[in-house]
């Protein structure tokens, strides 16, 4: 390998992080799908040509981007771009997926919260920067609505529920977080699984990621987190309650989605029609709380045959 065709991946990777920064920036609907994957680059082009040339990587972007930008665009993009340091520490550990991810987004969780609570000053302080963002998002979706032909009926019920939503959002907002986190690990993990296959055994350990489950004592800890609902007072163990609840979910949502895959691939299904599947999961609530529900019974319905399989792993083609 020769220094020239590293410095021209370097160059290439350096253009690829620029762009998508720049472009999720500028045009927010496209910044959606293109935010999630700033990491991508960096991950990749370490992978290939080793850690420490990866972070030299992110610290030129960095720099890059506080020329351009100014301190604030400089900041969103390292902290998204934290997430590249203990992914790179994970390399070669033979970890399982889930302790990659959950310790990933379990640190970015925490590095993220610190630096907001130091710009802040407060948790009070940071709640309403979050609350006022969330009403001015609020009344502008409220607008939208009416000039699209909603009902004035509908329009002046969620104008009521609005607070009410306003600070349900803001008690599951770690939760939230924590969900989005994982999600853009698990995106970029997936784009290193598909274009370095030979790559694949120093990032996650052996097995096929549509055979994966998670821990079955964790469906413990769902059903207790989900009866504290019900026990009176608790108020801040209750919303501790309801972040657990639903960060649990996150699980077996993944869970349904890899049960979803397997059988997509068992099947044979068209790459067309599974792309649809999959965007009907990801926007439509019915859905996505099918696919929860596949994956928290799978406990019990075993809907892949794992089981089985692990009994007479001689007969597994």
């Known amino acids: 390998m020769s220094r020239m065709e590293v410095f021209r991946s370097f160059l290439l ?78 390399f070669g550990r033979k970890w399982s997926i889930e302790s990659v991810v959950v310790g990933t987004a379990a640190g970015m969780l925490a590095a993220v919260s610190g630096v907001l609570l130091y710009f802040f000053g407060s948790l009070f302080q940071l709640q309403q920067v979050i609350r006022g963002a969330l009403k001015e998002n609020l009344e502008i979706s409220l607008k939208m609505y009416e000039k699209i032909g909603f009902s004035g009926e509908s329009v002046e019920i969620l104008k009521e529920r609005a607070p009410h939503m306003i600070e349900v959002i803001l008690q599951i907002m770690p939760a939230l977080a924590f969900a989005g986190l994982v999600t853009v690990i698990l995106l970029n993990l997936f784009f290193l699984y598909r274009r370095f296959p030979d790559y694949r055994s120093l990032f996650l350990s052996s097995g096929d990621l ?78 996505t709380l099918f696919v929860v529900g596949l994956g928290l019974f799978d406990l019990w319905g075993d809907f892949r045959r794992l089981k089985k399989k692990n009994l007479n792993p001689g007969r597994v083609s």
Do not use: D
């Open 210 to 287: 549509k055979e994966w489950k998670s821990p079955e004592p964790l469906i413990w800890c769902f059903i207790l987190s989900g009866f504290s609902f019900f026990l009176p007072g608790w108020g801040v163990l209750k919303i501790l309650a309801l972040n657990l609840f639903l960060v649990i979910a996150v699980f077996y949502f993944f869970q349904g989605l890899s049960i979803v895959a397997y059988y997509f691939h068992y099947k044979k299904v068209p790459f067309f029609l599974r792309s649809l599947a999959y965007a009907l999961i990801v926007f439509e609530q019915i859905f």
């Open 13 to 90: 990777a350096l253009a690829s992080t620029m762009l998508l920064v720049l472009s999720g920036v500028a045009v927010p609907l496209v910044g959606i799908l293109l935010i999630p994957l700033v990491p991508q680059p960096a991950l990749a082009f370490g992978l290939k040509y080793g850690k420490g040339n990866g972070m030299g990587l992110l610290l030129l972007a960095t720099l890059l981007l506080f020329l351009i930008g100014g301190k604030e665009l400089a900041l969103g993009y390292s902290l998204l771009a934290l997430i590249v340091i203990p992914l790179f520490f994970s």
